[in-house]
C-alpha cells in the first residue's frame, strides 16, 4: 500500500470516528434528562472512605431456634454498650403502663352538610320516629338532580344532631337539599322539578309531608349565586418549558418530589398536599403529558413542558399557595433549567407576578364578605 493510499485510509478513518462521535454526542445532548439514583451516603468496604464504628450500625443477634435473624444497632445503643449497659432496658416499657397510656386522638373532616347560603333545602315531618335502617332503604339510587348534588339529612332522635341516615339510629325528622350552583352552572327548573320528584318518593316512603319551597324564587337566587361565583372562581395555571433538553417523567417526579410533591390520582399528575390538616384538596397541582407516563419505556418519553396550578377557592389564604407556587415555580425552573411562561408559552418576567399577588387579596376579601372563604367547606362545594 503505498503513502498516498495510508493517509487516505486513516483520515477516512477520523472522519469516521469523527461522525460517530458527533452523532453520539448530538443524541445524548437530545436525549431527555433522566432521574439520578440515589447514591448510599455510607462508605462501603474497599471504598477507601473511612468509617466511624458509630457511624456504622452493627448487628446484634437475636435470639431464635436456628440461631439466625440479626438487627442493626443504632449508635445510641452502641454507646450504652459501651458504658456496660443493655440498650434494650432504656427502651423497656412495662405492660401495665403501656395499657394506661393514652391513644392519640385524630379528627377526621365532617361531611359537608346541607346550608341554606347555597342549598335549597325542604323540610320532611314524619308522622312518627323512623329508623336509620328504613331510611336508608327510601333514599333514591343516585345522590344528584342533574349536575347538582342531592342530599337527605335525618335530626337524630338521640344526638339531636343533622347527618347523613345511619343504621341503628333513630330520626324524628328529615331535611332534603340540593346545591344552588357549582361550576356546572345555576340550578335550573328541569334540576328542581327532578329534586322535588326524589323528595317526594322519598316522604312517600317514610310518610312524611314535605314542605317545598317556590321555585322561581329558588331558580332566581341559584343565579345570583352563579353569578358570583362566576366572577369570583380564579384558577390559575402557569407552564414551565424546558431551555434545552427535554425532560423524562422520571426526572419531573424526582425534583418535584424534593419539593413536597407526591403521586396524584391520574398518571401524569403531582399534588402538593395541604398542611394544615389531612383530606384537603392540594395546594397546588402539576401536570404533564399523560402518554408519556403510560409510555412503555418513560425515561425515552421526551416532555418538553410541564403545567403548575392553583385553585384558588379550594386553598385557604392563610396556607398562602401563591407564594408557594411562586416559590415552587423557581426552584424547579432552577433545578430542570426550565423558563417560567404563561399557558400560551410566552416568558413571564418576575414582576408580571406582583400584580397577581394583589388581585388575590382583594378576592379574598370579597369571598370573606359573602362567607364563602376560600378553603372553606361551602367554598369548595361551590367551586366544585
Not at 21 to 34: D, E, F, G, L, V
Not at 243 to 271: C, T
Not at 365 to 380: C, F, P, T
Request: include cysteine; aromatic fraction near 6%.
Amino acid at each position: 500500500m503505498s503513502t498516498l493510499q495510508l493517509s487516505l485510509a486513516i483520515i477516512g478513518g477520523l472522519l469516521l470516528a469523527g461522525i460517530v462521535a458527533y452523532n453520539t454526542w448530538t443524541s445524548r445532548r437530545n436525549a431527555p434528562k433522566r432521574a439520578v439514583p440515589q447514591e448510599a451516603d455510607r462508605g462501603t468496604p474497599g471504598s477507601g472512605v473511612a468509617t466511624d464504628r458509630l457511624a456504622e450500625p452493627a448487628l446484634r443477634q437475636d435470639p431464635g431456634f436456628d440461631g439466625g435473624g440479626s438487627v442493626e444497632l443504632t449508635p445510641d445503643e452502641l454507646q450504652a454498650l459501651d458504658r456496660g449497659t443493655d440498650p434494650l432496658s432504656e427502651h423497656a416499657v412495662d405492660p401495665t403502663e403501656a395499657l394506661q397510656m393514652p391513644v392519640p386522638s385524630f379528627s377526621v373532616e365532617r361531611r359537608p352538610g346541607l346550608d341554606p347560603l347555597i342549598d335549597v333545602i325542604a323540610p320532611l315531618q314524619p308522622e312518627h320516629v323512623v329508623s336509620g335502617d328504613a331510611a336508608l332503604g327510601a333514599l333514591p339510587p343516585t345522590r344528584r338532580a342533574g349536575s347538582k348534588p342531592f342530599a337527605i339529612e335525618g335530626l337524630n332522635e338521640a344526638t339531636q344532631q343533622w347527618e347523613t341516615p345511619a343504621p341503628g339510629q333513630r330520626y324524628q325528622s328529615f331535611q332534603a337539599g340540593v346545591q344552588l350552583a357549582n361550576r356546572m352552572g345555576a340550578l335550573n327548573e328541569i334540576e328542581f322539578s327532578e329534586f322535588v320528584v326524589k323528595v317526594q318518593a322519598f316522604a312517600d316512603a317514610i310518610n312524611a309531608a314535605p314542605d317545598f319551597p317556590d321555585m322561581l324564587q329558588e331558580v332566581a337566587r341559584a343565579r345570583e349565586l352563579d353569578q358570583f361565583a362566576s366572577d369570583h372562581d380564579a384558577q390559575l395555571a402557569f407552564m414551565l418549558r424546558a431551555r434545552q433538553a427535554a425532560w423524562s417523567p422520571g426526572y419531573i417526579q424526582q425534583n418535584a418530589g424534593r419539593l413536597g410533591f407526591v403521586a396524584g390520582a391520574m398518571p401524569g399528575r403531582l399534588v402538593l398536599p395541604a398542611t394544615s390538616a389531612a383530606g384537603l384538596p392540594p395546594l397546588l397541582t402539576l401536570g404533564f403529558d399523560t402518554a408519556a407516563a403510560l409510555a412503555d419505556d418513560p425515561d425515552q418519553s421526551a416532555i418538553r413542558d410541564i403545567t403548575l396550578s392553583l385553585d384558588v377557592a379550594q386553598v385557604h389564604r392563610s396556607e398562602q399557595p401563591f407564594a408557594r407556587l411562586r416559590d415552587v415555580a423557581k426552584a424547579l425552573c432552577d433545578a430542570m433549567d426550565g423558563v417560567l411562561c404563561d399557558q400560551n408559552g410566552h416568558p413571564l418576567p418576575a414582576m408580571a407576578m406582583d400584580p397577581i399577588t394583589a388581585d388575590l387579596e382583594l378576592l379574598y376579601d370579597q369571598l370573606d364578605g359573602r362567607d364563602l372563604s376560600a378553603g372553606s367547606v361551602l367554598a369548595r362545594r361551590l367551586f366544585s
